[in-house]
T-cell receptor, first 113, second 111 residues
Framework: DGGITQSPKYLFRKEGQNVTLSCEQN?????MYWYRQDPGQGLRLIYY???????QKGDIAEGYSVSREKKESFPLTVTSAQKNPTAFYLC????????????FGQGTRLTVV | QKEVEQDPGPLSVPEGAIVSLNCTYS??????FMWYRQYSRKGPELLMY????GNKEDGRFTAQVDKSSKYISLFIRDSQPSDSATYLC???????????FGQGTTLQVKP
């Protein structure tokens, strides 16, 4: 089955810890994206990557980091510098920059305890 | 002012009703317009994709884009309880790598 897989589905983090969210796709898409969703605010772009070994900051990149060492994988690290990390995180991919259909994973819900 | 504005609702309608969901935007460079449907605690799935102005129909769903008014709409005919979800509009200026989303409208279709 082709698609995007995010793991874990639920993640709990203690304050001051870094955590990494996984995103893998087998759609052979060049572009991958991370969004954050909070109630009543839609989706906000954290980072995006249009090609392997290259990525750009989105609108809310502070406190997050990413890597794109493989075409299939785009992990997101939520660092201790992110002051309000509790949210629903969504990974997406598309064939090119976002003027074409973007496919989303099922999301990771991160909670700081 | 946000680049994309969407009434968050919630919107509650009886089964069989025609539903109209709307978004306004401020960036005249937007050319690609999409509607996503998101069920609770799931990732969004693409419903409709349109380029520039005009209408596009797919089954019970019709998407309209009016670039002169910076206004897009999604119409759902013969709404079903299974249509109950959050609907997100999204738009892009093209090869910029950024897809801007509205806040999402929560729709409930009552049997």
């Amino acid at each position: 089955d082709g698609g995007i897989t995010q793991s874990p589905k639920y993640l709990f983090r203690k304050e001051g810890q870094n955590v990494t969210l996984s995103c893998e796709q087998n759609l052979n898409h060049d572009a991958m994206y991370w969004y954050r969703q909070d109630p009543g605010q839609g989706l906000r772009l954290i980072y995006y990557s249009q090609i392997v070994n290259d990525f750009q900051k989105g609108d809310i990149a502070e406190g997050y980091s990413v890597s794109r060492e493989k075409k299939e994988s785009f992990p997101l690290t939520v660092t201790s510098a992110q002051k309000n990390p509790t949210a629903f995180y969504l990974c997406a991919s598309s064939t090119a920059a976002l003027n074409t259909e973007a496919f989303f994973g099922q999301g990771t819900r991160l909670t700081v305890v | 002012q946000k680049e994309v504005e969407q009434d968050p609702g919630p919107l509650s309608v009886p089964e069989g009703a025609i539903v109209s969901l709307n978004c306004t935007y401020s960036n005249s460079a937007f050319q690609y317009f999409m509607w996503y449907r998101q069920y609770s605690r799931k990732g969004p799935e693409l419903l409709m994709y349109t380029y520039s102005s005009g209408n596009k129909e797919d089954g019970r769903f019709t998407a309209q884009v009016d670039k002169s008014s910076k206004y897009i709409s999604l119409f759902i005919r013969d709404s079903q309880p299974s249509d109950s979800a959050t609907y997100l509009c999204a738009m892009s200026a093209g090869n910029t790598g950024k897809l801007i989303f509205g806040q999402g409208t929560t729709l409930q279709v009552k049997p």
